[in-house]
Nanobody, 124 residues
Framework: QVRLVESGGGSVLSGGSLSLSCATS????????MGWFRQAPGKEREGVGF???????KYADSVKGRFTISEDKANNTLHLHMGTLKPEDTAVYYC??????????????????WGQGTQVTVSS
């Protein structure tokens, strides 16, 4: 059974930081591409960042320089460290996995597996 379980969400003041984790099981973590997405109320789900099978990483322009993706292959876990948080970062954050290559990394429809999401709230 495939599972992706996010943790680490919460509430923080503007300028603060949070770290999210995504514990995975049931699929070959090292052979899947992993992504972080977020969805704010009334908005579409958007890509935050992505780590490819070769370890290359991409970020949305809105978080570049503030967010960092990393992975722990030994424990099949994906991480997202979020710094200098802004109120506009408030959203439910999801991790996702896909085996498909070639699709745009921020195309949510290209991902096969999803976590249940964790809420991040940034107040000013």
């Amino acid at each position: 059974q495939v599972r992706l379980v996010e943790s680490g969400g919460g509430s923080v003041l503007s300028g603060g930081s949070l770290s999210l984790s995504c514990a995975t099981s049931g699929f070959s973590f090292s052979t899947y591409c992993m992504g972080w997405f977020r969805q704010a109320p009334g908005k579409e789900r958007e890509g935050v960042g992505f780590i490819d099978r070769d370890g290359s990483i991409k970020y949305a322009d809105s978080v570049k320089g503030r967010f960092t993706i990393s992975e722990d292959k030994a424990n099949n876990t994906l991480h997202l460290h979020m710094g200098t948080l802004k109120p506009e970062d408030t959203a439910v954050y999801y991790c996702a996995a896909r085996a498909l290559d070639g699709a745009l990394w921020y195309a949510a429809g290209s991902y096969t597996y999803w976590g249940q999401g964790t809420q991040v709230t940034v107040s000013s």
